[in-house]
Every structure is written in structure tokens, then in C-alpha cells.
């Protein structure tokens, strides 16, 4: 086992599964088969080392219980709970200073919890380091490569820790970076180095990915790489944890979704969970009066911008035609409905609810 580092950037590491169950129990080490593979040895040090990593099975690839990270008298992360199954995608959301890089570093053994506990693999990322780094991808805001080298010298070098990595050749066209092959890290655009990271930690196989703002820098183009790369990384059983700032980002590929702020949990769930209730947004091609709106329709209709009404009620053919009828008859049209709000408004409407202390 050992670890990679450029600048913080780990990598992780995946092969074969040993032909036989007993070596396993014998290092008394925790086993998945269907998850995570096993041949290499747990670790370079004494097997009495090994008996504190137990036999039980895992369930998470991730899990965070009753977390807490403190600076002082700040809590960076305060009492964060959060499991993530292999095949799922999980985003961190929140404002800068909210917790997520802290959480990152917390899950990859770059810090000790204060309070509360992490696991990975179902393993201790600080006790366990090697062992988690040896199975966990990641990308981070503070990677780096050293400026003479290229992409494919990178990727070459990295790949001889590694007994079973992927191919320089496959991971430059994957990642769309064959024509910058040869050229010095310091030369690279700054999405051409956004990929590049992306793919020394695709390299090792990693059973989990962690990928801080992997947008970051990144044109369209580039963009759609890296969320097809997400999408074929759950696709074959990763479980990946991203952060971002980015909202449509986190709307397209996250199956959870963890809003921070200040540290704590606001609201988690499926994107259908944070949706909130349902109600009809309708975008009109001019402005309404929210109370004949209301009076038509029976509910609380509320103004969302010059050109948008929110209605508190659930959306049926009937209702439909009634918004419909009425916009026609005051020379108005309705350019789109929604029947629950998006990702941004409730993120906006969350985080406001917190600043201002109104939230239940």
C-alpha cells in the first residue's frame, strides 16, 4: 500500500479480488467483494497492526455520523450525518465558508473529527489512511503537478504505483486531452489542468471519488466530459462525493443533495425531496395581478419576479386551463409552468430562511 501525493491530490487504487475468501478473514479486514477488491495487502506493516480494522461488512462507501470539525471555538462542521451507497452520487451545496472543503478534508483523513465519526469503505481515514487512499479518487481545489511536467509524464509516473491502473492513453482521450499531451503543466489552460486532475484520479480504479468544484475553469465543452465521466463512474459502482457551487451542476447529477450552511445540515434529500411542495410557476409574457389570479383559482398566488407567479395549489388539466383562459383574456401568453420549484429557488429560499433565523 502507499500513497500519491501531489499537492494534496490522492489517488486511488483498485484491483483484482483475491481468489479466496479465507486470506481476507485471515487480515480480519472488511469485505465486499461485489464493492471493493481486495488483493492488495491491507497494509505494509505488522499484521497485529490489521485486528482494529475488523471483518463486519460494508453497507456505505461513505458514511458521516454526527460530525463535528472545530477551529477553535468555530464549528467548521457541526454535527453532520450523511451516508453515500456505492453507485450513488452525493453533492455538498452551500456558500463559501459553509463547511464542504472541511468535510472533504475531514473524510479524507487530512483532519480529525472533533466529535462525531467518518468512514470510508467502513474504514477510520486518519487510523486507516492507507487503506482508504489506496481505494479513494480525489480531486481537490489545492492540486497540483509540478510545472515542467505534462499530462502524459504525469500520468505515466503516477500509473507505476499502481499494479492494475488505467492507461495513460484511454484516460488523455477520455478526458479530451490528447492535444495538450505534451505540453508543460504551466502552459495548460485552466480546464485543461481541471482534467488533467480528473484523470490521476481516475487512475487507480477507485471504489470511491471525491471531487471538490470539478467544474472549476472548465469550458461547455469540457464540462460535458467531466459529467459523462460522473455518470459512467456511478454507472460501474463508484460512489462519488462532489462539492460545488454550481447548482445546475448538482441539478443534472446528484441522486442526494446536502445543503450547508455555517457548517450545519439545512436540508438534505433527493431533488425531489427538496422540491418542496407542489405548486404552479408560471412565467408570463407580461405582468398579473396575483389577486385575480388568486381569485380565479382559490389559492395564495404570489408574484415571483416582473414575469413570474407562484401558486399554492397542485397543478390538473382544469387549473391549467383556467391560467390559460385568464391570461388570454387580458392579451397575455404563458411562456412556460412549472409544477415544483427548481433546485436554485429552494437553495435561495433555504439559505435566506437561515440568515434570517426563520427556518423550523
Not at 183 to 199: D, M
Not at 233 to 260: M, Q, S
Amino acid at each position: 500500500m502507499f500513497r500519491v501525493q501531489f499537492n494534496d491530490l490522492i489517488h486511488g487504487r483498485e484491483v483484482d479480488a483475491p481468489s479466496s475468501q479465507s486470506s481476507l478473514d485471515e487480515f480480519r479486514f472488511t469485505t465486499q467483494l461485489r464493492e471493493i477488491n481486495h488483493v492488495v495487502k491491507p497494509t505494509e506493516g505488522p499484521k497485529g497492526s490489521l485486528e482494529r480494522l475488523g471483518s463486519r461488512v460494508v453497507s456505505n462507501a461513505v458514511e458521516m455520523r454526527n460530525l463535528t470539525v472545530s477551529f477553535g471555538n468555530v464549528d467548521a462542521v457541526d454535527d453532520v450525518t450523511l451516508h453515500i451507497t456505492y453507485g450513488e452520487v452525493a453533492t455538498l451545496l452551500g456558500p463559501n465558508g459553509a463547511g464542504k472543503t472541511t468535510a472533504v478534508e475531514t473524510l479524507l483523513g487530512f483532519r480529525s473529527p472533533s466529535l462525531g465519526s467518518v468512514r470510508v469503505h467502513g474504514l477510520d481515514p486518519v487510523r486507516d489512511h492507507r487503506e482508504v487512499v489506496a481505494r479513494t479518487g480525489a480531486l481537490l481545489q489545492r492540486g497540483g503537478v509540478w510545472f515542467p511536467m505534462t499530462p502524459r509524464q504525469v500520468l505515466d509516473l503516477t500509473a507505476t504505483y499502481y499494479e492494475a491502473p488505467r492507461e495513460t492513453a484511454e484516460l488523455l482521450t477520455l478526458l479530451d486531452l490528447d492535444r495538450c499531451a505534451r505540453t508543460p503543466w504551466r502552459r495548460l489552460s485552466g480546464g485543461e489542468q481541471q482534467r488533467t486532475l480528473l484523470a490521476l484520479a481516475l487512475l487507480g480504479r477507485p471504489k470511491v471519488l471525491v471531487l471538490d468544484e470539478p467544474t472549476t475553469s472548465v469550458d461547455p465543452e469540457g464540462r460535458q466530459v467531466i459529467r459523462d465521466i460522473i455518470r459512467a463512474e456511478r454507472d460501474r459502482g463508484c460512489a462519488l462525493l462532489i462539492t460545488t457551487h454550481e447548482l445546475d451542476e448538482a441539478e443534472r447529477l446528484a441522486d442526494h443533495l446536502v445543503i450547508l450552511h455555517q457548517g450545519r445540515v439545512v436540508a438534505q434529500g433527493s431533488q425531489l425531496d427538496l422540491a418542496g411542495e407542489p405548486e404552479l410557476i408560471v412565467e408570463t409574457s407580461g405582468p398579473v395581478d396575483p389577486a385575480a389570479l388568486a381569485a380565479i383559482l382559490k389559492c395564495e398566488v404570489r408574484s415571483d419576479g416582473p414575469l413570474r407567479v407562484r401558486c399554492t395549489i397542485e397543478s390538473s388539466p382544469e387549473r391549467i386551463a383556467a391560467v390559460t383562459t385568464y391570461l388570454t383574456s387580458i392579451g397575455l401568453s404563458m411562456v412556460s409552468m412549472r409544477t415544483r420549484a427548481s433546485l436554485e429557488e429552494r437553495y435561495l429560499d433555504l439559505i435566506a430562511d437561515e440568515r434570517k433565523g426563520t427556518r423550523p
